[in-house]
């Protein structure tokens, strides 16, 4: 089974600063990988994913990530924190080649100070 | 853009009563998920529906059902509600069972009292 462990489940930056949020998975397939994101009341929107072409993905709101399989790892950064991306942060990994099931990871709370 | 409205947005209920939670997805996406977030949990996939079939099920109770109907839209039947059924509630949908993306609704939060 595909498993996904995001590490810090809380992650405090200043506005300005590099934002780094960290995601390693456990699969014994090629992984799909995916950064969610969750303002308060809201719903998941998806960042970014990787489906196997460029490791280096770019997403939304300044947002990349690598895959890196030799680590198992799909690390979220940003050059410059800005106040609106204080939200919950979700990895997730998807199970399956041909379905979109997700298994998620914690999540990881992201705080910009001032 | 239309997103995946849901409803209700809210809904309290006492244990041992039923709940229906809907959801309409994106027009023309055929493929609909449910998930299921407790307080301070990541969401957990509970089932999913292709073409009005059932394509995937998750850890969902049997207390729990789910449908799909012939325009789409989902219905999730939850019975003999119990307090740890409380949590928000997702659908998602998307354009058939490949990797293209799923579009989140804003949930349902449930409060079973």
């Known amino acids: 089974a595909q498993s996904v462990t995001q590490l810090g489940s809380h992650v405090s930056v200043s506005e300005g600063a590099l934002v780094l949020l960290r995601c390693n998975y456990s699969?014994?397939?090629?992984?799909?990988l995916f950064w969610y994101v969750q303002y308060p009341n809201q719903g998941l929107q998806l960042l970014l994913k990787?489906?196997?072409?460029?490791?280096l993905v770019k997403g939304i709101n300044g947002f990349e990530a690598e895959f890196k399989k030799s680590e198992t790892s799909f690390h979220l950064t940003k050059p410059s924190a800005h106040m609106s991306d204080a939200a919950e942060y979700f990895c997730?990994?998807?199970?399956?080649?041909?379905?979109?099931?997700?298994?998620f990871g914690q999540g990881t709370r992201l705080t910009i100070n001032p | 853009a239309a997103g995946v409205i849901q409803s209700p947005r809210h809904l309290i209920k006492e244990k041992r009563e039923t709940a229906t939670l809907k959801c309409y997805p994106i027009?023309?996406?055929?493929?609909v998920y449910w998930y299921q977030q407790g307080p301070g949990q990541d969401p957990q996939f509970l089932i999913s529906?292709?073409?009005?079939?059932?394509?995937d099920k998750g850890s969902i109770p049997d207390r729990f059902s789910a449908q799909q109907f012939s325009d789409y839209h989902s219905e999730l039947n939850m019975s003999s509600l119990e307090l740890g059924d409380s949590a928000l509630y997702f659908c998602?949908?998307?354009?058939?069972?490949?990797?293209?993306?799923?579009?989140f609704g804003n949930g349902t939060r449930l409060t079973v009292t």
């Open positions: 998602a949908s998307s354009l058939g069972t490949g990797h293209s993306p799923l579009h």
């Open positions: 699969s014994s397939v090629p992984p799909y």
């Open positions: 990787y489906t196997s072409a460029a490791t």
């Open positions: 997730a990994v998807s199970e399956k080649v041909e379905a979109q099931k997700l298994v």
């Open positions: 027009p023309r996406h055929d493929t």
């Open positions: 529906f292709y073409e009005k079939m059932q394509s």
